[in-house]
């Protein structure tokens, strides 16, 4: 057992505790949080010097694993650019734990990460939830599949409109590649059941969970009118979405606030490489929390390196969102979000015990980061 004591207990499942205590069973599982609690025999005991300590912090969209640190061609492996449709595709068979990515998210207090295909393609592939601990991602699984996939915008009229001269080559066209995509998946989920026997598809195999609303559409949008692409697309088809990037989300919080939708808000930090970012800001993720809109903060990592998530939510808070809800929004929210809240994000008794002991508040200080990382019960960094 692990008992982490005389820590300021941020727990994300109710009001701060100045001094507390958490502790971990032998399984890895959180057996007790409270202000005071006794060792039990043989327990390890970690005494947080009252530091701030928190539930490790969710990422709801990234491609960790997938892009590799430090390498080119050798180590991208998330756009599969030769066929704009490709759901059968993995993440988890692209995946390398070994990249020194995962280690230094877990430095930056990042413990768990929703990794998946980039946007190059309209529909790319499953996403996979996972912790960022462990040498073999089967062992590191929280869903799988989390979501399918999907891009509107630039990316896929770039990728095969200006570079091969192929559909799609407009925003119809994604769209209609899409929905014809969506019909057949349809028409060839009810002719099994039917019990028809219809030539086996992959792709539209991996596509029956979206059709049958068991995982979302992940839905690539930056601009306006891409973002209401999707939703008109995921009504029309009675299939669950998630809204990722969401740029443009200030300029439409109202109308996103009807539909009661996830937004996964970022890469916020950096340039406007591309005039779709033209409305990038930080000020989003408050505009869009106002509003009523579930909102998560995501680096799109390595576009911001994965331990930065922190900083980012440190200034979305300057740039207005409250400091609670900035830390949900790459907590409890994000997890809430992906399917897990109930293994992840806050630190509650039967959730996983994962845990970062903060050398300083990371959204109130540059430079803050774990002193210590726990996951599942086992300590993966310290620098205590």
């Known amino acids: 057992m692990l008992l982490i004591q005389n820590g300021h207990i941020k727990s994300m499942a109710g009001p701060d505790l100045e001094r507390g205590c958490v502790l971990i069973d032998d399984n890895g599982i959180i057996a007790a949080v409270g202000p005071e609690l006794e060792a039990p025999a043989g327990a390890q005991v970690i005494d947080a010097g009252g530091r701030l300590v928190t539930p490790g912090c969710v ?27 490709t759901p059968q ?6 995946i390398n734990p070994q990249d020194e990515a995962f280690g230094l998210a877990l430095r930056g207090g990042v413990t ?3 990794t998946g295909p980039g946007s190059a393609n309209v529909v790319g592939g499953t996403f996979v939830v996972l912790k960022l601990a462990g040498k ?8 799988d599949p989390a979501a399918m996939k999907c891009a509107f915008g630039e990316n896929p009229k770039r990728c095969y409109g200006s570079n091969m001269k192929k559909s799609p080559m407009t925003r119809m066209a994604t769209a209609a590649l899409l929905r014809e995509l969506l019909f057949k998946t349809r028409r060839y989920r009810d002719d099994k059941a039917a019990g028809k026997d219809p030539a086996f ?3 539209l195999e991996a596509m029956i969970p979206v059709i049958n609303g068991e995982i979302p559409l992940k839905a690539h949008a930056h601009r306006a009118d891409d973002i209401l692409t999707a939703v008109r697309i995921a009504r029309e088809f009675h299939v669950k979405i998630t809204l990722d990037h969401c740029t443009d989300g200030s300029l439409i919080a109202d109308e996103l606030a009807k539909e009661g939708l996830p937004a996964f808000v970022g890469p916020s930090l950096g340039g406007k490489s591309k005039i779709e970012l033209l409305n990038k800001s930080f000020r989003t993720p408050a505009d869009l929390h106002a509003a009523g809109v579930s909102v998560s903060i995501i680096t799109d990592a390595p576009v911001i390196p994965l331990q930065h998530l922190p900083l980012c939510a440190g200034l979305a808070v300057n740039a207005g969102l409250e400091e609670d809800e900035a830390w949900r929004a790459i907590t409890i929210t994000p997890a809430t979000q992906l399917g897990v ?20 508040d990371p959204l109130r200080t540059v430079g803050g980061e ?13 620098a205590l």
């Open 370 to 382: 774990a002193a210590m990382t726990i996951v599942n019960g086992q300590v993966v960094y310290s």
């Open 89 to 94: 595709l993995r993440a988890i068979d692209s």
């Open 59 to 85: 990422e709801a969209h990234c491609h960790i694993g997938l892009d590799n640190e430090g390498m080119g061609w050798e180590g991208h492996d998330y756009n599969e650019i030769v066929d704009p449709i």
């Open 112 to 114: 768990c990460a929703c």
């Open 341 to 360: 809240g109930d293994r992840v994000g806050s630190l509650e008794p039967g959730k996983d015990g994962d845990v970062v002991i903060w050398t300083a």
């Open 201 to 203: 598809d992959m792709k």
């Open 136 to 143: 073999r991602v089967d062992n590191m699984i929280l869903k």
